[in-house]
């Protein structure tokens, strides 16, 4: 069990109507320093400290209480956390106090541009406070209903608990970001490489390549790629047809679950054109016999012809 401090307060005697006895009452704080949490939510509980109080210590009139007393105000925020623009995002904030105390929350968003904070409005933001749980926790939930790419800053989260007062640390909300390259285009049968850089939470779990037009999604392989941030992407397409023309773009589905959908680039595919052979017998005198050479033409045209 933990140590803490015990302080008399106040003290105050008051005698006892009818009776030669006093009532005698003492203040005493306990206290013991408060602390933010840094390893892990489950690392976070509520404190308690047992404590003894005597009275007439050593005579035949000897008192001694025994109880308990609580540390409440322990906090515990991630230190990063990673959203997707456009999605919703959600930010936590746990700390530890008792059932019997008024709970309220305020959540801070700082400004980037003089590190000021101020109190987040309602408009594109929802804030929700949990139940009391059994070791004494509550968390609060800051919900950002569409992440735009000015909520990419620090938050933190003012705790009033009766008369206490705390504030958390800061969590840094990150968007993930990417580069992608564009592609040149190429013939019929050549090799097409599709490359992007994410900055991301953690290392992807799964990353698909898709083919806007037509749906296909073809999965990447991830044996190359860092297990820390930025993370280079790569996918080769070989032999490709006209069929394969379009727009591209990556889906990546981190470690943590978070997914995103990277820009989408053009690939545009070139037909290998050759040279349309003259047909035999061309030179016909007879009308009708050029109106059947004129058909052979467009026949040939037609099988042979292509596009630049």
């Not at 307060?9 to 030669?20: F, P, Q």
């Not at 976070?44 to 007393?69: C, D, M």
């Not at 070989?238 to 981190?254: L, R």
């Not at 959908?261 to 016909?284: H, I, M, Y």
């Amino acid at each position: 069990m933990p140590s803490g401090t015990a302080k008399s307060v106040s003290t105050k005697e008051v005698d006892l109507s009818d009776s030669d006895g006093i009532l005698f009452t003492e203040v005493v704080k306990f206290s013991s320093t408060s602390s933010e949490v840094t390893i892990s939510e489950e690392q976070l509980s509520r404190k308690e400290y047992s404590f003894t109080y005597t009275v007439n210590a050593g005579s035949a009139s000897e008192i001694v209480k025994t109880g308990t007393a609580f540390l409440i105000g322990e906090t515990f925020v991630k230190s990063t956390e990673w959203a997707t623009i456009g999605d919703r995002t959600t930010l936590t904030a746990s700390f530890t106090t008792s059932a019997t105390a008024s709970v309220s929350v305020v959540w801070q968003q700082e400004n980037t541009a003089d590190s000021s904070w101020k109190d987040i409005a309602s408009d594109g933001y929802t804030t929700i406070l949990s139940e009391i749980n059994d070791k004494g926790v509550m968390s609060t939930i800051l919900l950002i209903d569409k992440t735009r790419e000015s909520d990419a800053t620090g938050y933190r989260t003012q705790v009033q608990i009766a008369s206490l007062k705390e504030t958390t640390a800061e969590v840094q909300l990150k968007a993930v970001t990417a580069n992608m390259a564009d592609v040149t285009p190429v013939f019929e049968k050549d090799t097409v490489t599709f490359s992007v850089t994410v900055e991301g939470p953690d290392k992807p779990s799964s990353v698909l390549l898709v083919h806007q037009e037509s749906g296909r999604e073809e999965q990447v392989a991830l044996n190359s790629v860092s297990s820390s941030s930025p993370f280079q992407i790569t996918h080769e397409m070989s032999e490709v047809y006209s069929s394969d023309s379009g727009f591209y773009y990556f889906k990546v589905i981190f470690e943590s679950g978070l997914e995103y959908e990277t820009t989408k680039v053009e690939l545009t595919v070139k037909l290998k054109c050759k040279p349309l052979t003259t047909p035999p017998n061309t030179e016909l005198q007879e009308v009708s016999e050029q109106l059947t050479v004129y058909s052979t033409i467009f026949t040939l045209s037609r099988n042979f012809a292509c596009l630049n």
